[in-house]
């Protein structure tokens, strides 16, 4: 069981798509650059020197993991920076799909208001995107292409190469938000057809306030952040190197245990997803049955509030969402979950759970268990 830090209470923590625990690697490998090697990476003095060196090393190991080149990676400070940059590309006509998560949506929506027409695919009742559908909105002027590589709330995994090779064609630029995807499933730039890339090191097991954006060598970008001349004057600021070296080294464990992660995160997500359908009745798995990250499970109950849900699973100290985190709260149903077809009820009642290798088979029964008896709960609650 996953146990917090300062206290002996013990959690399930199935949130893991909305942020990670960081690597005891990572955490080890940051504290020397907060409490000696502080130097700013700019300056000439020794201390800064390492500063710079391990700022090249992620960089370097970063650009390893995705076949890049390490001029290719630009830091930020995460996945919504590195979005909107990415986005900051687009010109005369942008296609986008309907359910990228809102730091696509809403740049999209100022480059709306300054004349830049943007279509948005709509996802299959199964979460994917069809890339005849994308083929099918290119226009004469269409500039940029951005298809998020999975989704954060139904976990689908989408054709990325074969979107890619359709904007290649064309010789449109191909953006992926593959923030959800990125230390968790492989990637190759070259290979996937893929010119800009988002990603966030708070969802492989980095640091928080971290990230990078991969850019083609060739293509121009425009800087977010203007000022300094750091990363080619590409995002000015005072390069954030502790979180820097936290993100290289977690991309590196990432890579190293991915695949036995991979295979051991969907072993429980199938036995979560095999318990939850087999035990309960009115529940609807949301997205592709297997072509969804190795650690989502999202799901529909019939006649269940979401909120209500996650409330009650609070009290018994297991931690999910409902929707996707940042529009907790908010009363609109997911935008992800009517996209691929849901009414607003059936969209209200959506949980989901997102697993790590930091879980165990026990946790999973014991959340198989506590719906059950949660859900069962309300129904009868509803009939009386
Ligand atoms: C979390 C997330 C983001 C935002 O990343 P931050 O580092 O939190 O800004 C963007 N896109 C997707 C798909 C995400 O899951």
Not at 75 to 87: I, P, R, V
Not at 165 to 191: C, N, S, W
């Amino acid at each position: 069981m996953a146990t917090s830090a300062n206290d002996d209470i013990k959690m399930i923590y199935m949130d893991h798509a909305a942020t990670t625990y960081v690597h005891d690697e990572a955490v080890a490998a940051m504290v020397p650059f907060f409490t000696q090697k502080i130097g700013n990476p700019a300056a000439v003095y020794r201390y800064a020197g390492e500063a710079a060196k391990a700022v090249a090393e992620a960089r370097r190991t970063i650009a390893e993991s995705l076949g890049a080149e390490p001029s290719e990676i630009i830091f930020t400070s995460g996945g919504t920076e590195s979005d909107n940059m990415a986005m900051g590309m687009g010109r005369g006509h942008v296609i986008t799909t309907a359910f990228e998560h809102h730091a696509i949506l809403e740049p999209c929506k100022a480059l709306q208001k300054s004349g830049t027409e943007v279509t948005y695919v709509s996802p299959g009742a199964d979460g994917l995107i069809d890339p005849d559908a994308v083929r099918a909105a290119i226009r004469p002027d269409t500039k940029l292409i951005s298809v998020m590589f999975a989704n954060n709330e139904i976990g689908t995994v989408q054709p990325i190469e074969e979107i890619g090779r359709v904007a290649h064609e064309y010789g449109i630029m191909f953006h992926t938000d593959a923030v959800q995807a990125y230390g968790h499933l492989p990637i190759d730039v070259r290979k996937m057809n893929v010119d800009v890339l988002s990603a966030s090191g708070h969802k492989l097991g980095g640091p928080k306030g971290v990230g990078f954006v991969y850019v083609k060598n060739g293509i121009k970008a425009a800087p977010v952040l203007i000022g300094g001349p750091q990363e080619r004057g590409l995002r000015a600021g005072t390069l954030n190197v502790p979180g820097i070296v936290g993100l290289g080294v977690a991309a590196s464990v990432s890579m190293r245990d991915m695949e036995r992660n991979e295979i051991y995160v969907r072993g429980l997500r199938d036995r979560l997803i095999d318990g939850v359908m087999h035990s309960m009745t009115g529940a609807r798995l949301n997205g592709h049955p297997t072509r969804r990250l190795p650690g989502n499970a999202n799901f529909s109950f019939k006649g269940i509030e979401g909120e209500t849900l996650l409330i009650l699973l609070d009290r018994e100290r297991i931690c999910a969402s409902s929707g996707s985190a940042c529009s907790t709260g908010a009363i609109e149903p997911s935008h992800v979950l009517t996209a691929i077809g849901l009414d607003a009820a059936e969209a209200a009642g959506s949980l989901r759970l997102t697993l790590s290798e930091r879980n165990t088979a026990e946790e999973v029964d014991a959340v198989i268990e506590a719906l059950g008896r949660i859900i069962g709960r309300l129904r009868s609650m509803r009939k009386a």
